[in-house]
């Protein structure tokens, strides 16, 4: 029971291509949400969705779009890559319950 | 708008010291979440503690102890007698209620902590 699945783990892209991260709950936790993670800056929130159809921006939004069709799916999609988005990408939900988060393993994401 | 300041960002120690990481805050709610999480090299986030506005009890929980003061906005954290597997980086995170910020999580920029054999 992996609770929240993040694909792929790895991904090398070129500038300029589009790329998608995925991320799967298998839960229905309402809050979703996209962090990347750069040395010096700690994880930096770029979107969040607080249920399907509705998402907001973060701190770091600018390159990215999100979509939440379905509860259990949150993808990120780098509409054309930089090389300022080579990152790790944490995907996360809140458990509005138990006041808690969980974390995906993360996508280690290089633009080259 | 909520904030999380580590200012330490790399600590070096030597096993079996004892070591504290501090966590500064600023938020303009009156409920809000506290938390630290720790990152191995392996490179997930594994959950520590959490701890609410209203409570503001230390906490210990083996080699680990909790110091939050809501007089001076931290939440520090001591780990007693460092082991090597206790090198990680720390986070320390906030989240101003649930209703109002749509639960989000402000991080701050982590601690390095490296334990010496």
């Known amino acids: 029971d992996a609770g929240i699945t993040q694909s792929p783990r790895y991904k090398i892209t070129e500038t300029g291509r589009q790329v998608t991260l995925m991320c799967h709950q298998t839960w229905s936790h309402s809050y979703m949400f996209w962090y990347r993670q750069d040395l010096g800056h700690g994880l930096r929130l770029i979107y969040y969705s607080a249920a399907a159809d509705i998402t907001d921006k973060g701190e770091v939004p600018d390159g990215y779009v999100v979509s939440r069709s379905k509860t259990e799916n949150f993808p990120l999609t780098l509409e054309s890559a930089t090389r300022s988005q080579t990152s790790v990408y944490f995907c996360?939900?809140?458990?509005?319950?138990?006041?808690?988060?969980?974390f995906g393993s993360g996508t280690r994401l290089t633009v080259v | 708008a909520q904030k999380v300041t580590q200012a330490q960002t790399e600590i070096s120690v030597v096993e079996k010291e004892d070591v504290t990481l501090d966590c500064v805050y600023e938020?303009?709610?009156?409920?809000?979440?506290l938390f630290w999480y720790k990152q191995p090299p392996s490179g997930e986030l594994v959950f520590l503690i959490r701890r609410n506005s209203f409570d503001e009890q230390n906490e210990i929980s083996g080699r680990y102890s909790w110091n939050f003061q809501k007089s001076t906005s931290s939440f520090n954290f001591t780990i007693t007698a460092s082991q090597v597997v206790d090198s990680a980086v720390y986070f320390c995170?906030?989240?101003?209620?649930?209703?109002?910020?749509?639960?989000?999580?402000?991080f701050g920029e982590g601690t390095q902590l490296t334990v010496n054999p």
């Open positions: 995170a906030l989240s101003e209620g649930w209703e109002t910020s749509g639960s989000r999580l402000t």
């Open positions: 996360a939900i809140a458990d509005s319950l138990n006041y808690g988060y969980t």
């Open positions: 938020t303009r709610d009156t409920t809000y979440y």
